[in-house]
């Protein structure tokens, strides 16, 4: 996919971060809680935007309401350990994987497919990434081990790669729905 026109990739910038702070700060309550879509985005931001200043601005982004979910809304602060800082990398794997891959996008099958399986192991070595620094660096575990750290990292990877999945998924459907009717579009356009 050819970059996109600046007014695009700024317009898609904000719609990004606005999505950011709508589910990882839950500030409007239960009822509108969606899941924390932070992962997906940085894997989408890369794939569309591909910019390392944005890349920037969406760690700052994510730190930010982390610290105002902690400060100013009563959020535990328990994640946030010495292993907190493993959010870069972590973030960074999601990023530079759909930047890496986005010269091979477009809209037909086999490269939704390829897009989708390359979200996917972003996702879980990304989770591992974070998990992991949380649990062996983190200090909330006094014995860590090995066979608790896979029995942990099973109860919770599934979930988030699951979610991080679901809106990746939901957005390339999107994406090949919104080609198709651009072309479909301009198809009938040119028979005029």
Same mark, same amino acid.
């Given at each position: 996919m050819k970059p996109l026109p600046r007014n695009v990739n700024l317009t898609l910038f904000a719609a990004f971060a606005t999505f950011m702070v709508a589910t990882r700060f839950h500030?409007?309550?239960?009822?509108?809680?969606?899941?924390?879509?932070?992962?997906?985005?940085?894997?989408?931001?890369?794939?569309?935007?591909?910019?390392?200043?944005?890349?920037?601005?969406?760690?700052?982004?994510? =730190? =930010?309401?982390?610290?105002?979910?902690?400060?100013?809304?009563? =959020?535990?602060?328990?994640?946030?350990?010495?292993?907190?800082?493993?959010?870069?990398?972590?973030?960074?794997?999601?990023?530079?994987?759909?930047?890496?891959?986005?010269?091979?996008?477009?809209?037909?099958?086999?490269s939704l497919l390829g897009t989708t399986g390359v979200a996917f192991v972003a996702s879980a070595l990304s989770f591992a990434i974070s998990n992991g620094a949380f649990y062996w660096l983190g200090g909330r575990y006094a014995d860590p081990h090995f066979a608790e750290y896979v029995a942990r990292a099973w109860q919770w990877g599934p979930l988030f790669v699951r979610t991080t999945m679901t809106y990746v998924v939901v957005a390339l459907a999107m994406h090949a729905i919104a080609a198709s009717a651009l072309a479909f579009r301009a198809e009938r356009t040119a028979d005029r």
């Open positions: 500030h409007f309550g239960d009822v509108l809680h969606l899941p924390d879509a932070s992962m997906a985005l940085f894997f989408l931001g890369g794939l569309y935007l591909r910019k390392h200043w944005q890349f920037a601005a969406f760690i700052a982004l994510a =730190v =930010v309401i982390d610290w105002i979910a902690i400060e100013h809304a009563g =959020v535990s602060d328990f994640c946030v350990t010495p292993a907190y800082s493993f959010l870069l990398p972590a973030y960074g794997v999601l990023w530079y994987a759909g930047r890496l891959y986005a010269s091979r996008f477009d809209t037909r099958w086999r």
